[in-house]
């Protein structure tokens, strides 16, 4: 079963954000299309902030070796929208394993 799309939409702020990591970070736009693309085909991935699970934060570990920044992004579900409200860029950490 194939999932729909969502379009992503973002605050001046979260793209003054964009643009200051990506003078710091040469992966940060991939990074972020990173963020995009999963939040647009699944918007239940992050830990949600409020009862009703609209209100969500989701993390994307980066990558030293490509320097890639870890991305933090607190996102509302607006069906069919995604709304990111804000986002936090940070050196990679360490790679942690992921158990599901």
Same mark, same amino acid.
């Given at each position: ?10 605050? @001046?702020? +979260?793209?003054?954000?964009?643009? =200051? ?6 992966? $940060?736009? &991939?990074?972020?299309?990173? *963020? @995009?693309? +999963?939040?647009?085909?699944?918007? =239940? ?6 009862? $009703?699970? &609209?209100?969500?934060?989701? *993390? ?41």
């Amino acid at each position: 079963m194939k999932r729909l799309q969502r379009q992503i939409s973002e605050s @001046t702020r +979260v793209q003054n954000k964009r643009d =200051e990591a990506e003078t710091r970070w040469s992966g $940060a736009e &991939t990074a972020w299309d990173a *963020v @995009t693309l +999963v939040l647009a085909y699944d918007p =239940e991935i992050g830990e949600p902030l409020n009862e $009703a699970g &609209t209100l969500r934060t989701f *993390v994307l570990q980066g990558a030293r070796s490509n320097d890639m920044p870890d991305i933090v992004v607190i996102y509302e579900d607006r069906n069919p929208t995604i709304e990111v409200i804000d986002v936090k860029y940070k050196d990679a950490g360490q790679y942690v394993r992921q158990v599901h």
